[in-house]
């Protein structure tokens, strides 16, 4: 046998028991393997995160268009901008002209 191992033998003999290396085994399993892993509560703590996050990016949305739908219903001014604005109406004197921006891949 060489040396270092076998030195590396004696010292696990003399300072691991059976019980501290099957202790040492199970937290390496609990930790390594099965259902609740470090790495799977890593992963699902970033999921989280990130669906706080649209979330929370749905919920301004929301008040957003809950206060819009509120001034809608009281102010006839607001209601006809909206109207023309995102519906592309228009007077029966008027012209409208709407520009569509072009993706910067077919720019020449």
């Known amino acids: 046998m060489n040396a270092r191992l076998s030195s590396t033998l004696a010292w696990m003999r003399r300072f691991l028991s059976p019980v501290t290396l099957a202790c040492l085994l199970v937290i390496g399993y609990i930790v390594f393997s099965g259902e609740n892993t470090v790495f799977r509560s890593i992963d699902y703590d970033r999921t989280i995160d990130s669906l706080r996050a649209e979330l929370d990016a749905n919920r301004d949305t ?3 268009y809950r206060d819009l739908n509120r ?3 009281s102010d ?3 209601m006809e901008q909206v109207v023309r604005e995102q519906y592309g109406m228009k ?8 520009f569509n921006e072009i993706p910067p891949s077919i720019e020449e």
């Open 62 to 64: 929301m008040l957003y």
């Open 76 to 78: 006839r001014e607001l």
């Open 71 to 73: 001034r809608l219903a």
């Open 91 to 98: 007077r029966a004197s008027e012209d409208v002209y709407i």
